[in-house]
C-alpha cells in the first residue's frame, strides 16, 4: 500500500466496545451471540471498508505504476536485427543516431520524412537509453540501442573527443544492418527532407553519396567520385549516404573502420568520421561501385545558405538540405527558424514522436 495515503485505523470486529458487566450473583444472564445487531453491523461496515477502499488503493497503485513508472526492461534487450526487421520496408531501413540532446533536430527531421511517407521505416539508433526510451515510448520499436552506449548526455562540440566517440560508431552499425541483408539510407537529423530522396537512388550501385564542397557544379555534372581536393582525398559528405546490401558496400563499410582505426583522435589531431569515410572512397575507387549525388537535389549547407542565387536559380530540385558549415546547437536552430525549416513548434503533431 502507498505509504503516502491516510488509512484510518480499523476495529477489530471481534472485540466489543460495550464489554458485558461480570456476571452477578443474584442475576442470570443470556448466552452472548455473535450475531447481535451490534456485531452485525460492525461486521457489515468491515465489509463495506474492504470492499470499497482497498480495491480503489489497488487501482491507484496500478494506474500510477503504468503512467509514472512504464516498463522499459525489453528495450534494453531490443537488438539491432530485431528492429531493422521491424522497421523494413521493401527491404530499406532508414538510420539515424541520436542522443538524448538532438532529440528536438530528431523531431524535425521526422516531419519532414513523415511530409514524404517513409517515416514507418526510420529506426533511430539510440546512443543513450534516456533517448532509447523516450523515442520507444511514443513510437514502439523505432529504437535500438547498440551496446556499449558511449557518454552522450551532452551535445558534444564538433571535433570533440566526444564527437569523435559518437560518430566512428557510425560504420559498424550500417555494417550490421547491410550484414542483415537490408538496403540503407543514414542521415543526420540536422537534415530537412523537401521531396522524396528514393527516386535519386537509381541503378544498382554499391553506394550513393553527396559532395560536401560549395562551389557549383553544373546541372548534368558527372556521378564519378570527384577528385581529391588540397588534402590529398576527397571532401565527401558522411552524413547522407544510401548503401545496397552488396560486397562493394560492406567493402567500404569495412575500410572506413580500418581508417577510423589509423586515425583515432588525439588533442593535436581533433579527427571526426569524415576524413576515414573519404579515405575509404579514394582508396577502393577502382573496386566499387560509387555514384555522386546531383549537387541541385542534395546541397550542402554551405551553398544551400551561403549562395541565394543559386538557390534561386535550382528552385524546385533541392531534396534534402542539410544545416552543416555551422557549428552550435542554437545556431542550427536559428538558421533552420531563418529559412522556415524549423518545424517541430508549429507541426509536432505532425511527427511519430508528437510534441517532446
Same mark, same amino acid.
Not at 115 to 140: F, G, M, S
Given at each position: 500500500?502507498?505509504?503516502?495515503?491516510?488509512?484510518?485505523?480499523?476495529?477489530?470486529?471481534?472485540?466489543?466496545?460495550?464489554?458485558?458487566?461480570?456476571?452477578?450473583? !443474584?442475576?442470570?444472564?443470556?448466552?452472548?451471540?455473535?450475531?447481535? %445487531?451490534?456485531? @452485525? &453491523?460492525?461486521? =457489515?461496515? #468491515?465489509?463495506?471498508?474492504?470492499?470499497?477502499?482497498?480495491?480503489?488503493?489497488?487501482?491507484?497503485?496500478?494506474?500510477?505504476?503504468?503512467?509514472?513508472?512504464?516498463?522499459?526492461?525489453?528495450?534494453?534487450?531490443?537488438?539491432?536485427?530485431?528492429?531493422?526487421?521491424?522497421?523494413?520496408?521493401?527491404?530499406?531501413?532508414?538510420?539515424?543516431?541520436?542522443?538524448?540532446?538532438?532529440?528536438?533536430?530528431?523531431?524535425?527531421?521526422?516531419?519532414?520524412?513523415?511530409?514524404?511517407?517513409?517515416?514507418?521505416?526510420?529506426?533511430?539508433?539510440?546512443?543513450?537509453?534516456?533517448?532509447?526510451?523516450?523515442?520507444?515510448?511514443?513510437?514502439?520499436?523505432?529504437?535500438?540501442?547498440?551496446?556499449?552506449?558511449?557518454?552522450?548526455?551532452?551535445?558534444?562540440?564538433?571535433? !570533440?573527443?566526444?564527437?569523435?566517440?559518437?560518430?566512428?560508431?557510425? %560504420?559498424?552499425? @550500417? &555494417?550490421?544492418? =547491410?550484414? #542483415?541483408?537490408?538496403?540503407?539510407?543514414?542521415?543526420?537529423?540536422?537534415?530537412?527532407?523537401?521531396?522524396?530522396?528514393?527516386?535519386?537512388?537509381?541503378?544498382?550501385?554499391?553506394?550513393?553519396?553527396?559532395?560536401?564542397?560549395?562551389?557549383?557544379?553544373?546541372?548534368?555534372?558527372?556521378?564519378?567520385?570527384?577528385?581529391?581536393?588540397?588534402?590529398?582525398?576527397?571532401?565527401?559528405?558522411?552524413?547522407?549516404?544510401?548503401?545496397?546490401?552488396?560486397?562493394?558496400?560492406?567493402?567500404?563499410?569495412?575500410?572506413?573502420?580500418?581508417?577510423?582505426?589509423?586515425?583515432?583522435?588525439?588533442?593535436?589531431?581533433?579527427?571526426?568520421?569524415?576524413?576515414?569515410?573519404?579515405?575509404?572512397?579514394?582508396?577502393?575507387?577502382?573496386?566499387?561501385?560509387?555514384?555522386?549525388?546531383?549537387?541541385?537535389?542534395?546541397?550542402?549547407?554551405?551553398?544551400?545558405?551561403?549562395?541565394?542565387?543559386?538557390?534561386?536559380?535550382?528552385?524546385?530540385?533541392?531534396?534534402?538540405?542539410?544545416?552543416?558549415?555551422?557549428?552550435?546547437?542554437?545556431?542550427?536552430?536559428?538558421?533552420?527558424?531563418?529559412?522556415?525549416?524549423?518545424?517541430?513548434?508549429?507541426?509536432?503533431?505532425?511527427?511519430?514522436?508528437?510534441?517532446?
Amino acid at each position: 500500500m502507498s505509504s503516502f495515503l491516510y488509512q484510518r485505523p480499523i476495529h477489530n470486529p471481534l472485540s466489543d466496545p460495550y464489554p458485558i458487566s461480570p456476571r452477578s450473583s !443474584s442475576n442470570s444472564q443470556k448466552p452472548y451471540s455473535i450475531f447481535s %445487531p451490534t456485531t @452485525l &453491523l460492525v461486521l =457489515l461496515s #468491515l465489509l463495506v471498508v474492504m470492499g470499497v477502499f482497498f480495491p480503489w488503493v489497488g487501482m491507484r497503485e496500478s494506474f500510477f505504476s503504468d503512467t509514472t513508472r512504464p516498463s522499459t526492461a525489453k528495450w534494453r534487450d531490443y537488438t539491432l536485427a530485431q528492429a531493422a526487421e521491424f522497421v523494413a520496408r521493401n527491404g530499406t531501413v532508414i538510420v539515424c543516431a541520436v542522443s538524448q540532446p538532438y532529440l528536438p533536430f530528431l523531431n524535425n527531421w521526422l516531419i519532414s520524412i513523415t511530409r514524404q511517407k517513409h517515416q514507418d521505416k526510420v529506426l533511430v539508433i539510440a546512443e543513450d537509453y534516456a533517448t532509447l526510451y523516450k523515442v520507444n515510448e511514443r513510437w514502439p520499436g523505432h529504437a535500438v540501442l547498440v551496446p556499449p552506449a558511449p557518454d552522450a548526455q551532452t551535445a558534444h562540440k564538433f571535433g !570533440s573527443q566526444g564527437f569523435f566517440n559518437f560518430t566512428s560508431r557510425r %560504420p559498424r552499425h @550500417l &555494417l550490421q544492418i =547491410l550484414e #542483415l541483408g537490408y538496403n540503407v539510407m543514414y542521415n543526420d537529423v540536422d537534415m530537412v527532407w523537401l521531396a522524396d530522396p528514393f527516386p535519386y537512388f537509381q541503378g544498382n550501385h554499391d553506394v550513393y553519396f553527396t559532395d560536401d564542397m560549395t562551389p557549383v557544379k553544373p546541372l548534368n555534372h558527372s556521378h564519378d567520385l570527384p577528385p581529391p581536393g588540397k588534402k590529398g582525398r576527397t571532401y565527401i559528405c558522411s552524413c547522407m549516404i544510401f548503401l545496397r546490401p552488396t560486397s562493394g558496400a560492406k567493402l567500404v563499410m569495412k575500410k572506413w573502420i580500418e581508417e577510423l582505426k589509423d586515425q583515432p583522435w588525439s588533442r593535436e589531431k581533433k579527427a571526426n568520421d569524415q576524413p576515414a569515410f573519404n579515405w575509404a572512397l579514394d582508396k577502393l575507387v577502382n573496386k566499387v561501385d560509387l555514384y555522386l549525388l546531383p549537387q541541385a537535389a542534395f546541397p550542402t549547407g554551405g551553398l544551400y545558405f551561403k549562395n541565394k542565387t543559386w538557390v534561386r536559380e535550382t528552385k524546385g530540385m533541392h531534396v534534402i538540405i542539410h544545416n552543416n558549415y555551422i557549428l552550435g546547437f542554437e545556431k542550427k536552430i536559428k538558421r533552420f527558424h531563418d529559412y522556415d525549416l524549423w518545424l517541430v513548434d508549429d507541426h509536432a503533431d505532425e511527427s511519430p514522436l508528437g510534441r517532446i
